[in-house]
């Protein structure tokens, strides 16, 4: 089985590292890219076609939802995991609706949540 490629969209650059760090920590896991907006983190993802996307909820201009919103339908086989540090009641209602698979608070991203999202959603890896 190969790697479980991911994107970052963030436009916080400490998120963005300490994603990467919780990443390369995970096994079996790579990040192949990084977004500090929606509008990049959508170009990204149809051009790297990622196994998981690890999207902001709040950007700057076009917000999380609304990028999964566009996401979804043209990468149906990639999960998208809405973050954020607000509390997650909400946001996963948000998510649901709006084509992305999970939420995950920002605090409590780590390898063995990063893994049971994609678990849960994931369809099996090619190769």
Same mark, same amino acid.
């Not at 997650?88 to 893994?115: H, M, N, T, W, Y």
């Given at each position: 089985?190969?790697?479980?490629?991911?994107?970052?969209?963030?436009?916080?650059?400490?998120?963005?590292?300490?994603?990467? $760090?919780?990443?390369? =920590?995970? +096994?079996?896991?790579? @990040? !192949?890219?990084?977004?500090?907006? *929606?509008?990049? %983190?959508?170009? #990204?993802?149809?051009?790297?076609?990622?196994?998981?996307?690890?999207?902001?909820?709040?950007?700057?201009?076009?917000?999380?939802?609304?990028? $999964?919103?566009?996401? =979804?339908? +043209?990468?149906?086989? @990639? !999960?998208?995991?809405?973050?954020s *540090?607000?509390? %997650?009641?909400? #946001?996963?209602?948000?998510?649901?609706?709006?084509?992305?698979?999970?939420?995950?608070?920002k605090?409590?991203?780590?390898?063995?949540?990063?893994?049971?999202?994609?678990?849960?959603?994931?369809?099996?890896?090619?190769?």
């Amino acid at each position: 089985m190969g790697s479980v490629r991911v994107l970052m969209v963030d436009d916080h650059a400490t998120f963005r590292e300490a994603a990467r $760090a919780v990443v390369a =920590a995970t +096994v079996g896991f790579e @990040t !192949v890219g990084e977004a500090c907006t *929606a509008e990049e %983190g959508i170009a #990204e993802a149809i051009r790297l076609r990622p196994d998981l996307v690890l999207l902001d909820v709040m950007l700057p201009g076009m917000d999380g939802y609304e990028a $999964a919103r566009r996401m =979804a339908p +043209v990468l149906p086989d @990639t !999960v998208i995991c809405l973050v954020s *540090a607000a509390d %997650g009641a909400i #946001e996963g209602e948000f998510a649901a609706r709006c084509g992305a698979s999970a939420f995950v608070r920002k605090q409590d991203l780590r390898p063995g949540v990063l893994e049971s999202v994609w678990k849960a959603h994931a369809r099996p890896l090619a190769g």
